[in-house]
C-alpha cells in the first residue's frame, strides 16, 4: 500500500521532469536558427585551376665543348668581375670536358699599372697563349691599352664573350629586387659593364633590366628568349631563359643572335623586341650571366644555349702570339703612369680536365649563394 | 470588513502599482526609443601580423555572431603586411559582406595585404590624398644555407626551398592575389590583371579614377552609407579598435632584446617567428633597407 504510493510519486517526478525537458528541447530545436548561416565564403580565384603555376622544364644537359684541338679559354676576375667559378661552372664543366683549359684570370689590375720589360700589359700577357676570353661584370673600367690588347685579340681569330647584368651599386638602397649576394670577398663589390671593351665592338650594353608582366618563366623578370635568324648560338635554343637581362644595342655591321620578343625595358616601361645576345665577328654579347649558372643552364632550351656558347668560345681559329707586345702593328699599349712599379702578379689557376679543382686560391668569391 | 479596510488596501496596491510601474518604465522607455541597430565600426591601423589579423578576424565574426549589429565599417591605414593573415582577412570580410553590409573607408593608407581585405567591400570611400593599390607580393630569403653543426634530414630543410621553388609560389599568390581584386572589382576596375601586377600604388583620386575605390569621403560618409544599406534609420556605433603593437616592437626591439637593424631583422621581429629565420611571403607595400635576396612578383615597391 505504502510502497504503491511511493511508486506513484517517483512515477508523477518522472513524468514532470521528462516534460519539462521535452518542451525545452521542442522549443530549442524549433528556435534554433545557427550561429551562421552561409557555410564559406565565395572565393573561387583560390580553387582556380590556374592558380599555380607550372615550373619551367629543367631537363636535358649542356653538351661537351668538342673541338679538334685543345683551346684555352681565360676568364677574367682581374677587373672586380661580379661572377664566380660557381656561377658558370656549366659552361666551365663542357669546357673542360671537352678537353679543353679554363683559367681564371686573377692578376694584376690596370689600376695598379703593372708594366712589363715589353711594355705589355698582364692581361695581353696572358691573352696571348689564349684562345678565347670571357669578360663578365667588371667592377673596374679596362684600360686603354687592355681594350687595345682585347681588339687585338678579337682581329687575331680570338673568342671574346662579354656577359653583363644590370649594373649594381655595392651599398646602394635602390638595388634591382633580385640581386644576387655576391662580390663580398672583393674588394669591390660594385658590378659594372665592360663599356668601353663592347664599344670598341659597336656594342652597347643598356641600363635597366627587361621584363615581361604576362609570358614569362613565373616571375616577371624571367623572359623568355627566342632565336633570331639563323644563328649557331641560337641552335636549338628556341626558349631560352634570362633573368633581368639587359638589353644590347648594336652597330649595324653586328648580328642579332636572341631576342626578348614582346617584353618592355625598365627604364623606358616600352614595349619591343629587344636584343640579348649579339654577334660582331669573334665578339659575342649577351645581356645575362645567370643563364650559365647551375640553377639555370638546364631550364627550357638553356642548355643547348649554354653549349653553343661554350662551342663558340672553342672553334676559333685564333693566330698564336695575339695581341703583340706594344711597338708592334696591331697592339699599341700605353705606358700607365704608374710604369716601373712591380706589383706582384697571381698567378692565373689552371683548371683542365685532370685537375678540375687546384690548390691555388683565385679572387673569385667562394661562397656559395642561392642565385 | 470594513469600509476603511477596503480603502487602505486599495491604496497600498496602488502604491504597489506606482513602483512596479516606475521599475518597468524606464525599460519600457528604452524599448520605445532603442536604436534599429548597431553599426561596427572595426579598425585595422598597423601592419598585418598574425595576431593583428586575428583580433581583426574575431571582430569581424563578433560582428557577424551579434543581433544587433547590422553593418559594418573597415577603418583601414595599414601597408599590408604577411600574406597568409591577409588572405585571412580577406575570407574573413568576404564572408562578412556576404551577410550585411560593409564599407571601407581608406583612413590613410589600404596598399598591399590591407587592400585585399577591402576588396570586397560594398563601396570603398577614399580621400584624395589616401593611397590604394599595390597589389603584389614578395618573399624575403634568409640567406645561407645550413650552418655549421647543424644536422638536418633533407638539402632543402634549412632554406625551406629553393629560389625556382620560391618564385612558383610567389606566383600563385601574385595570381590569387590579382585574381581576386580583379573579381571583386569587376564593376568598375578599369586597369587589367597585367596592369595591376605592377603593384603600383595610387592616390585615393586616382583610385576612384581607376576603378580600385569608388568614391572621396570620410569616416563618418561610410558610417551613414553603412547604416543606410542596412536600412537602419536609428543606429548605435561601435568601435573595435585595432590592435596595439607591442611594446617591444614599438620600440624596435626584437624578442629576444636585440636592436632591429637589417631588414630581416625588422621582417623577423614584425612578422615572424622568434629566432627562426624563414621565407617570408608578405604582401606589403613600402621598402625593406637593402634585402637580402628578395623575389618580387611586382615592379613597383
Redesign the interface.
Known amino acids: 500500500m505504502n510502497l504503491g504510493k511511493g511508486l506513484g510519486i517517483v512515477g508523477v517526478f518522472v513524468l514532470a521532469v521528462l516534460l519539462v525537458v521535452g518542451a525545452t528541447t521542442g522549443v530549442a530545436v524549433l528556435t534554433d536558427t545557427g ?4 557555410a ?7 580553387e ?1 585551376d ?4 607550372e ?2 622544364a ?1 631537363t636535358g644537359a649542356v653538351a661537351t665543348a668538342e673541338t679538334d684541338t685543345e683551346k684555352t679559354v681565360v676568364v677574367d676576375l682581374s677587373h672586380g668581375n661580379d661572377v664566380s667559378r660557381a656561377e658558370m661552372q656549366p659552361l666551365v664543366d663542357a669546357l673542360v670536358r671537352g678537353g679543353h683549359d679554363v683559367m681564371f684570370f686573377t692578376g694584376g689590375s690596370s689600376s695598379i699599372g703593372y708594366s712589363s720589360s715589353s711594355g705589355s700589359s698582364p692581361l695581353n700577357k696572358s691573352l696571348r697563349d689564349a684562345d678565347a676570353f670571357v669578360v663578365a661584370n667588371p667592377g673596374t673600367a679596362y684600360s686603354g691599352s687592355e681594350v687595345n690588347g682585347i681588339e687585338a685579340f678579337a682581329d687575331a681569330g680570338g673568342r671574346v664573350l662579354l656577359l653583363a647584368d644590370t649594373p649594381t651599386s655595392g ?1 646602394s ?1 635602390s ?1 634591382p ?5 655576391i662580390g663580398s670577398g672583393s674588394s669591390v663589390s660594385a658590378s659594372g659593364q665592360p663599356t668601353n671593351v663592347a664599344g670598341r665592338f659597336g656594342i652597347t650594353f643598356g641600363s635597366g633590366y627587361l ?1 615581361d ?2 609570358e614569362n618563366a ?3 623578370q ?1 623572359i623568355y628568349g627566342s632565336t633570331a635568324g639563323e644563328s649557331r648560338l641560337g641552335t636549338d635554343a628556341e626558349q631560352t631563359v634570362f633573368r633581368a637581362a639587359v638589353p644590347i644595342v648594336t652597330s649595324a655591321e653586328s648580328e642579332t643572335l636572341l631576342t626578348g620578343d614582346n617584353v618592355r625595358h ?1 627604364s623606358t616601361r616600352k614595349n619591343g623586341t629587344y636584343a640579348v645576345a649579339v654577334r660582331n665577328g669573334n665578339v659575342t654579347a649577351v645581356g645575362d650571366t645567370w643563364f650559365l649558372s647551375p ?1 639555370a643552364a638546364t631550364l627550357a632550351d638553356n642548355e643547348h644555349l649554354v653549349g653553343n656558347v661554350a662551342t663558340f668560345l672553342t672553334d676559333g681559329d685564333k693566330a698564336a702570339g695575339a695581341p703583340q707586345a706594344s711597338g708592334s702593328s696591331s697592339s699599341s699599349d700605353v705606358t700607365f703612369p704608374g710604369s716601373g712599379i712591380t706589383t706582384p702578379i697571381a698567378t692565373p689557376t689552371n683548371e683542365t680536365s685532370d685537375t678540375n679543382t687546384t690548390g691555388t686560391p683565385t679572387n673569385e668569391t667562394s661562397t ?4 | 470588513m470594513s469600509r476603511s479596510n477596503v480603502g487602505r488596501i486599495a491604496v497600498v496596491v496602488a502604491i504597489v502599482g506606482l513602483v512596479v510601474g516606475a521599475a518597468i518604465a524606464p525599460t519600457v522607455w528604452d524599448r520605445a526609443t532603442e536604436p534599429d541597430g548597431t553599426v561596427a565600426v572595426i579598425e585595422l591601423h598597423s601592419t598585418i601580423t598574425g595576431d593583428a589579423a586575428t583580433e581583426v578576424v574575431d571582430d569581424l565574426r563578433e560582428a ?2 551579434n543581433d544587433t549589429i547590422e553593418a559594418v565599417v573597415l577603418d583601414i591605414n595599414s601597408p599590408g603586411g604577411s600574406a597568409a593573415a591577409s ?1 585571412q582577412l ?3 570580410v ?2 562578412t559582406q ?2 550585411m553590409p560593409v564599407v571601407t573607408s581608406v583612413t590613410g593608407l589600404a596598399a598591399s595585404g590591407s587592400y585585399y581585405m577591402t576588396a570586397p567591400a560594398d563601396h570603398i570611400y577614399v580621400t584624395p590624398a589616401s593611397t590604394v593599390g599595390s597589389v603584389g607580393v ?1 618573399a624575403v ?1 634568409p ?1 645561407g ?1 645550413t650552418p655549421n653543426g647543424e644536422i638536418v634530414t633533407g638539402p632543402d630543410k634549412g ?1 625551406t626551398a ?3 621553388e620560391v ?2 609560389r ?3 599568390l601574385r ?2 592575389f590579382v ?2 581584386v580583379v ?1 571583386e572589382r569587376s564593376e568598375s576596375l578599369e586597369l587589367t590583371a ?1 596592369e595591376l ?2 603593384a603600383k600604388v595610387y592616390s585615393g583620386a586616382r583610385g576612384v579614377e581607376l576603378g580600385l575605390a569608388d568614391s572621396i569621403g570620410g569616416l563618418d560618409t561610410a558610417i551613414q552609407d553603412a547604416a543606410d544599406r542596412a536600412e537602419l534609420t536609428d543606429y548605435d556605433i561601435v568601435r573595435m579598435e585595432s590592435p596595439q603593437p607591442s611594446l617591444v616592437s614599438q620600440l624596435g626591439l626584437r624578442a629576444d632584446g636585440q636592436p632591429a637593424t637589417s631588414a630581416s631583422a625588422e621582417t623577423q621581429a614584425t612578422f615572424d617567428y622568434q629566432g627562426v629565420d624563414t621565407v617570408q611571403y608578405l604582401m606589403l607595400h613600402g ?1 625593406l ?11 613597383s ?1
Open positions: 550561429t551562421e548561416t552561409t564559406r565564403p565565395d572565393a573561387p580565384t583560390f582556380n590556374t592558380l599555380l603555376p615550373a619551367v629543367d651599398s638602397s638595388v629586387s633580385i640581386v644576387p649576394s621584363y608582366m604576362t613565373n616571375n616577371f624571367y625598365s640553377e656559395a649563394t642561392p642565385a | 557577424r555572431q588572405e580577406y575570407l574573413a568576404k564572408r556576404q551577410e614578395r630569403v640567406s644555407g632554406s629553393t629560389n625556382a618564385r612558383q610567389v606566383e600563385a595570381r590569387a585574381g581576386t573579381r597585367a601586377s605592377y621598402s633597407a637593402a634585402p637580402e635576396t628578395e623575389v618580387s612578383a611586382n615592379e615597391r
